[in-house]
Protein backbone atom coordinates (compact mmCIF):
# COMPACT_ATOMS: atom_id res chain seq x y z
CA UNK A 1 0.00 0.00 0.00
CA UNK A 2 1.13 3.39 -0.78
CA UNK A 3 1.59 5.46 2.32
CA UNK A 4 1.46 9.21 1.05
CA UNK A 5 -0.59 10.08 -1.69
CA UNK A 6 0.36 12.69 -4.09
CA UNK A 7 -1.71 15.37 -6.10
CA UNK A 8 -0.29 17.83 -7.91
CA UNK A 9 -2.00 20.41 -9.45
CA UNK A 10 -1.93 21.81 -12.84
CA UNK A 11 -3.58 25.12 -14.59
CA UNK A 12 -4.46 28.67 -14.42
CA UNK A 13 -3.54 31.22 -17.20
CA UNK A 14 -1.17 33.75 -18.42
CA UNK A 15 -3.21 36.45 -16.76
CA UNK A 16 -0.94 37.83 -13.58
CA UNK A 17 -4.33 36.91 -11.54
CA UNK A 18 -5.57 33.71 -12.73
CA UNK A 19 -8.92 32.72 -11.17
CA UNK A 20 -8.05 29.14 -12.52
CA UNK A 21 -5.55 29.41 -10.72
CA UNK A 22 -7.08 30.59 -7.19
CA UNK A 23 -9.68 28.02 -7.69
CA UNK A 24 -6.83 25.24 -8.62
CA UNK A 25 -4.39 26.41 -5.05
CA UNK A 26 -7.96 25.65 -2.99
CA UNK A 27 -8.75 22.44 -4.48
CA UNK A 28 -5.19 21.63 -3.70
CA UNK A 29 -6.19 22.87 -0.03
CA UNK A 30 -9.03 19.81 0.01
CA UNK A 31 -6.44 17.51 -1.26
CA UNK A 32 -3.91 18.75 1.41
CA UNK A 33 -6.94 18.47 4.00
CA UNK A 34 -7.66 14.50 2.76
CA UNK A 35 -3.59 14.15 3.58
CA UNK A 36 -2.49 14.24 0.30
CA UNK A 37 1.64 15.64 -0.49
CA UNK A 38 0.66 18.16 -3.05
CA UNK A 39 2.16 20.21 -5.44
CA UNK A 40 1.00 22.84 -8.06
CA UNK A 41 1.90 23.45 -11.27
CA UNK A 42 1.04 27.35 -12.26
CA UNK A 43 1.02 27.41 -16.34
CA UNK A 44 1.60 31.07 -16.18
CA UNK A 45 5.17 30.04 -14.26
CA UNK A 46 6.01 26.63 -16.06
CA UNK A 47 6.36 29.17 -19.27
CA UNK A 48 6.64 26.25 -21.35
CA UNK A 49 7.68 26.44 -25.13
CA UNK A 50 5.13 25.35 -28.03
CA UNK A 51 4.79 21.59 -27.74
CA UNK A 52 7.34 20.09 -30.52
CA UNK A 53 6.95 16.36 -31.45
CA UNK A 54 10.77 16.15 -33.18
CA UNK A 55 12.30 18.10 -29.61
CA UNK A 56 14.73 15.61 -28.46
CA UNK A 57 15.97 17.59 -25.95
CA UNK A 58 12.94 19.56 -23.96
CA UNK A 59 13.59 22.13 -21.66
CA UNK A 60 13.80 21.71 -17.70
CA UNK A 61 10.15 23.39 -17.28
CA UNK A 62 9.02 20.16 -19.58
CA UNK A 63 10.78 17.63 -17.87
CA UNK A 64 9.31 19.63 -14.66
CA UNK A 65 5.94 18.94 -15.28
CA UNK A 66 6.79 15.50 -16.74
CA UNK A 67 8.68 14.21 -13.60
CA UNK A 68 5.39 15.52 -11.74
CA UNK A 69 2.74 13.90 -13.25
CA UNK A 70 4.79 10.52 -13.55
CA UNK A 71 5.07 10.34 -10.08
CA UNK A 72 1.49 11.93 -9.00
CA UNK A 73 -1.32 9.19 -7.70
CA UNK A 74 -3.84 12.28 -8.42
CA UNK A 75 -4.18 15.00 -10.73
CA UNK A 76 -6.56 18.42 -10.43
CA UNK A 77 -7.34 20.22 -13.66
CA UNK A 78 -8.06 23.51 -13.89
CA UNK A 79 -8.49 25.78 -17.03
CA UNK A 80 -10.04 28.58 -18.09
CA UNK A 81 -13.19 28.49 -20.86
CA UNK A 82 -11.76 30.24 -23.73
CA UNK A 83 -14.02 30.60 -26.77
CA UNK A 84 -15.94 27.32 -25.44
CA UNK A 85 -13.13 25.18 -24.67
CA UNK A 86 -9.71 25.09 -23.07
CA UNK A 87 -7.05 27.63 -23.28
CA UNK A 88 -4.34 26.88 -26.24
CA UNK A 89 -2.00 27.45 -22.71
CA UNK A 90 -3.66 25.13 -20.40
CA UNK A 91 -3.55 22.41 -23.75
CA UNK A 92 -0.19 23.02 -24.66
CA UNK A 93 1.04 21.47 -21.17
CA UNK A 94 -1.65 18.73 -22.05
CA UNK A 95 0.75 18.13 -25.44
CA UNK A 96 3.64 17.90 -23.67
CA UNK A 97 2.43 14.58 -21.95
CA UNK A 98 3.31 12.58 -24.73
CA UNK A 99 6.32 12.69 -23.45
CA UNK A 100 5.07 10.08 -20.79
CA UNK A 101 3.83 7.72 -24.01
CA UNK A 102 7.26 5.65 -23.38
CA UNK A 103 6.66 5.46 -19.56
CA UNK A 104 5.89 1.92 -17.89
CA UNK A 105 3.21 2.49 -17.30
CA UNK A 106 2.42 4.86 -20.23
CA UNK A 107 0.61 8.11 -19.88
CA UNK A 108 -2.17 8.86 -16.62
CA UNK A 109 -2.59 4.87 -16.12
CA UNK A 110 -4.11 4.39 -12.92
CA UNK A 111 -3.96 8.28 -12.02
CA UNK A 112 -7.09 10.00 -11.00
CA UNK A 113 -8.09 13.48 -12.02
CA UNK A 114 -10.58 16.10 -10.51
CA UNK A 115 -11.60 18.75 -13.24
CA UNK A 116 -12.07 22.04 -12.81
CA UNK A 117 -13.24 25.06 -15.41
CA UNK A 118 -13.59 28.60 -14.72
CA UNK A 119 -15.97 31.02 -17.13
CA UNK A 120 -16.78 34.47 -17.61
CA UNK A 121 -20.15 33.21 -18.65
CA UNK A 122 -21.90 30.17 -17.32
CA UNK A 123 -20.68 27.38 -19.39
CA UNK A 124 -17.86 26.41 -17.60
CA UNK A 125 -18.54 22.87 -17.97
CA UNK A 126 -17.73 23.05 -21.39
CA UNK A 127 -13.97 23.24 -20.40
CA UNK A 128 -14.59 20.35 -17.81
CA UNK A 129 -15.85 18.22 -21.07
CA UNK A 130 -13.27 19.00 -23.48
CA UNK A 131 -10.16 17.87 -20.25
CA UNK A 132 -12.56 14.57 -20.00
CA UNK A 133 -11.99 13.80 -23.53
CA UNK A 134 -8.36 14.31 -22.78
CA UNK A 135 -8.02 12.33 -19.61
CA UNK A 136 -9.61 9.51 -21.45
CA UNK A 137 -7.50 9.83 -24.39
CA UNK A 138 -4.40 10.05 -21.76
CA UNK A 139 -5.79 6.47 -19.97
CA UNK A 140 -6.46 8.02 -16.79
CA UNK A 141 -9.78 8.21 -14.70
CA UNK A 142 -11.78 11.72 -14.50
CA UNK A 143 -13.60 11.33 -11.08
CA UNK A 144 -17.25 11.96 -11.36
CA UNK A 145 -17.43 15.22 -9.33
CA UNK A 146 -16.36 18.26 -11.25
CA UNK A 147 -16.65 22.19 -10.55
CA UNK A 148 -17.49 25.00 -13.25
CA UNK A 149 -17.00 27.87 -12.27
CA UNK A 150 -19.67 30.53 -13.47
CA UNK A 151 -18.73 34.33 -13.46
CA UNK A 152 -15.16 34.28 -13.07
CA UNK A 153 -14.42 37.43 -12.52
CA UNK A 154 -17.02 37.79 -9.22
CA UNK A 155 -16.06 34.44 -7.67
CA UNK A 156 -12.66 35.13 -6.52
CA UNK A 157 -11.54 38.65 -4.38
CA UNK A 158 -8.08 40.18 -5.26
CA UNK A 159 -5.98 37.97 -3.18
CA UNK A 160 -7.32 34.89 -4.80
CA UNK A 161 -10.14 33.71 -1.90
CA UNK A 162 -13.48 32.24 -3.40
CA UNK A 163 -15.87 35.09 -2.28
CA UNK A 164 -18.98 32.03 -1.93
CA UNK A 165 -18.17 29.72 0.58
CA UNK A 166 -20.32 27.72 -1.42
CA UNK A 167 -17.47 27.10 -3.69
CA UNK A 168 -14.66 26.87 -1.18
CA UNK A 169 -16.73 23.71 0.09
CA UNK A 170 -17.57 22.59 -3.69
CA UNK A 171 -13.31 22.76 -4.20
CA UNK A 172 -12.13 21.25 -1.13
CA UNK A 173 -14.66 18.46 -1.98
CA UNK A 174 -13.04 17.50 -5.29
CA UNK A 175 -9.43 17.92 -3.67
CA UNK A 176 -10.78 15.11 -1.09
CA UNK A 177 -11.99 12.67 -3.86
CA UNK A 178 -9.26 13.07 -5.60
CA UNK A 179 -7.08 11.49 -2.97
CA UNK A 180 -9.27 9.15 -1.70
CA UNK A 181 -9.72 7.86 -5.11
CA UNK A 182 -6.20 8.23 -5.85
CA UNK A 183 -5.47 6.17 -2.42
CA UNK A 184 -8.12 3.42 -3.11
CA UNK A 185 -5.88 2.63 -6.74
CA UNK A 186 -3.02 2.67 -5.20
CA UNK A 187 -3.94 -0.26 -2.92
CA UNK A 188 -3.86 -2.52 -5.73
CA UNK A 189 -2.27 -0.89 -8.56
CA UNK A 190 -4.00 -1.67 -12.31
CA UNK A 191 -0.82 -1.84 -13.80
CA UNK A 192 0.55 -5.06 -15.39
CA UNK A 193 -2.84 -6.56 -15.33
CA UNK A 194 -4.47 -7.73 -18.81
CA UNK A 195 -5.75 -4.74 -20.11
CA UNK A 196 -3.60 -2.55 -19.15
CA UNK A 197 -1.02 -4.75 -21.28
CA UNK A 198 -3.38 -5.01 -24.60
CA UNK A 199 -3.65 -1.15 -24.04
CA UNK A 200 0.11 -0.46 -23.65
CA UNK A 201 0.65 -2.93 -27.20
CA UNK A 202 -1.91 -0.42 -29.26
C1 LIG B 1 -9.59 34.68 -25.29
C2 LIG B 1 -10.72 34.52 -24.30
C3 LIG B 1 -11.81 33.76 -24.63
C4 LIG B 1 -12.85 33.59 -23.72
N1 LIG B 1 -13.93 32.83 -24.08
C5 LIG B 1 -14.93 32.66 -23.21
C6 LIG B 1 -16.06 31.87 -23.56
O1 LIG B 1 -16.15 31.31 -24.64
N2 LIG B 1 -17.05 31.72 -22.65
C7 LIG B 1 -16.98 32.30 -21.41
O2 LIG B 1 -17.90 32.13 -20.62
N3 LIG B 1 -15.91 33.05 -21.05
C8 LIG B 1 -14.90 33.24 -21.91
N4 LIG B 1 -13.80 33.99 -21.56
C9 LIG B 1 -13.71 34.48 -20.18
C10 LIG B 1 -12.81 33.55 -19.36
O3 LIG B 1 -13.34 32.24 -19.34
C11 LIG B 1 -12.69 34.03 -17.93
O4 LIG B 1 -12.22 35.37 -17.92
C12 LIG B 1 -11.77 33.16 -17.12
O5 LIG B 1 -11.85 33.55 -15.78
C13 LIG B 1 -10.34 33.27 -17.54
O6 LIG B 1 -9.55 32.48 -16.69
P1 LIG B 1 -8.42 33.12 -15.79
O7 LIG B 1 -9.10 34.04 -14.80
O8 LIG B 1 -7.78 31.97 -15.12
O9 LIG B 1 -7.49 33.90 -16.67
C14 LIG B 1 -12.76 34.19 -22.45
C15 LIG B 1 -11.65 34.96 -22.12
C16 LIG B 1 -10.63 35.13 -23.02
C17 LIG B 1 -9.42 35.95 -22.64
Sequence with gaps: MTSSIKVVGLGG???HASSSLAALRITLEGADKAGAVT????????????YDPTEKNP????????????????LIWSSPLYH??????????????QLL?????????????????AAGGGHGLQAINTMEFVVRA??????????????????????????????????????EEVTRMARRI????????????QLRKR
Design 13 to 15: SLA
Design 39 to 50: ELLDVRELNLPM
Design 59 to 74: PDSVRQLCKAVENSHG
Design 84 to 97: GTISGAFKNALDWL
Design 101 to 117: STKNPPYLTDKVVGLVG
Design 138 to 175: LRGWAVPLVVPISRSWAAFDENGGATDPKLVQQLHSLG
Design 186 to 197: SIEPLTGNKVTT
